[in-house]
């Protein structure tokens, strides 16, 4: 799985809301909850600051154990009054058992709620895969396939306008399709040990690419908490992570 994706969003408690109403469809409540952050395991959310704008953009994909719960995700958010990006039903062009339901965040991003069978999938209610629309696929393929062997990647989708990452049980999609781009996403992968992270930094920074926070603790989060950050091709800030615990 993601370690954890965040976003910035412009009224925490408007957003918090939102994901609190269409995720505990999914079984999926806040593992953690204050004025500052919000978070649903491997999905956080806070308020925008100065170094934090407004996330935009994103589409993410929520695994639900069923069409029934996919079905029922977009309902509640309906009867919520959020609005639609797509009602419940096949989308055959992602797979031949792909089902989803799509519903717009306050902040306009996709939020999806997807079944389709797998022998490992994510927990009900974790990120599936996400979508990132990107200024270029290759050069953002170059930037990931560089910290992938530190970040447990691979790629499956190799197109021009489609570069897919693929993890253990999630993927996440670089897509140029000329609407707008995706803005100020956080991504953090999670690494079993501290030289994997100091090894992802130091591969990163030697590709040329911008640190953003070099290998260390960062107790803040908890003690033990040891990660780098370095920012890929569109300014997305990019983590990974060991939590030695």
Excluded: C
Excluded at 53 to 74: C, K, N, Q, Y
Excluded at 111 to 136: C, F, Q, S
Excluded at 147 to 170: C, K, M, T, Y
């Amino acid at each position: 799985m993601f370690d954890h994706v965040g976003i910035a969003v412009a009224d925490l408690a408007a957003s918090e809301r939102f994901y609190r109403t269409v995720l505990s469809v999914l079984g999926a409540e806040p593992s953690h909850a204050d004025a500052e952050l919000v978070e649903w395991d491997d999905w956080a959310m806070g308020p925008t600051d100065r170094e934090h704008p407004v996330t935009r953009g994103l589409h993410v994909g929520f695994r639900a154990p069923s069409r029934e719960a996919v079905d029922a995700f977009w309902q509640a958010g309906i009867d919520a009054g959020y609005r639609d990006d797509g009602a419940p039903g096949p989308r055959t062009r992602y797979g031949p058992d792909y089902y989803g339901g799509f519903l717009l965040d306050p902040d306009g991003n996709s939020a999806e709620a997807v079944h389709t069978e797998r022998e490992d999938p994510v927990p009900d209610g974790r990120i599936d895969h996400l979508w990132i629309r990107v200024r270029d696929p290759a050069a953002s393929k170059r930037f990931y396939t560089t910290i992938a062997p530190h970040a447990g990647l691979r790629i499956g989708v190799d197109e021009p306008d489609h570069v897919q990452l693929v993890g253990e049980n999630f993927s996440f999609s670089l897509i140029d399709d000329e609407r707008p781009l995706t803005e100020h996403v956080h991504l953090a992968f999670p690494a079993q040990d501290d030289a994997t992270v100091r090894a992802f930094h130091a591969a990163a920074l030697a590709a040329g690419y911008e640190d953003h926070g070099g290998p260390g603790e960062r107790a803040v989060y908890h003690p033990g908490y040891y990660g780098a950050f370095v920012l890929d091709p569109d300014g997305h800030n990019v983590e990974v992570v060991n939590h030695n615990r």
